[in-house]
């Protein structure tokens, strides 16, 4: 028994006619009040309902939007060329140079000789200034006689001179001068004096006394009570009825005053070396 016999046709088919075309089944979405937005695209805009009366921009933004197609356009057409020959480019204020104006701006040929020629003797002129200027002029030559001889001059003439004292011929300005007092005139008289007030000096009341503190003052020594008639206690150790009988501090207590203490001895042996 072969096994490539469809078991699936055994049980039939349900659509009756073959030639029916079954359509894709479309999604239906439920509308619903929530403010979130969807991610549907939005819809297309139609352009039959578009307004055609809305005005068309101009200026940057025209210029931004416009598609130039350049390359499916014709050349602007040349410019036909004129047959007339071409002139050469005058003024038209026909106004020309003139001769001298010439000759004044750029030179007479005939006084071009003459020219240079003064040229030659400026140019002679100002190389001498400049020799005449590098060259300092030199001191003239003098011996030694000649020299000392000016300075015993200078110095005689010097002594020939009368030395003014230091003050001489000064006169003090103010020998004819005049002094001048200026009278005070009373014009109303005061009737009674200004009277001052008196202030009296405080005077300041100084107590003096001994102060005595009590650490100063040396208290006398408590004697050790002795029994006898009248007295608390009874025998000689002080002690009151019923405390134990003996004389002096009971045994253990030191007797006497405070024995001095033994000196330290410091042994080397018990601190290890630091070598």
Known sequence: MSNNKNLFALLGNDVEDDTIVLSTPKEVVKKTTSSKKSDVPPPSANKARANKNRPKPTGNEA?????????????????????????????????????????????????????????EEDVEQELAAEDE?????????????????EMKLKQDSLASKQIRAPNAGDQDKWEEAEAFVKPTEVFVEGTAGKKLKSKNKKEKNILEFDAVFADEVERPAPRPSRGGRGSSSRGRGGSSRGAPRGRGAPRGAPRGASRPSKPVVIDDANFPTLS
């Not at 204020?93 to 020629?117: I, P, R, Y």
């Not at 200027?133 to 001889?149: L, N, V, W």
Request: charge should be positive; glycine fraction near 4%; hydrophobic fraction near 25%.
């Open 63 to 119: 210029a931004l939007r416009s598609k130039n197609d350049n390359a499916g356009k014709e050349p602007p057409a040349p410019k036909p060329h004129s047959s007339k020959p071409k002139t050469d480019r005058r003024p038209k204020t026909l106004k020309h140079d003139t001769e001298k104006k010439v000759k004044q701006g750029w030179g007479d040929d005939n006084k071009e000789f003459d020219a240079e020629k003064a040229a």
């Open 133 to 149: 200027a590098e060259e300092p002029a030199k001191p003239a030559a003098k011996s030694f006689e000649d020299y000392f001889a």
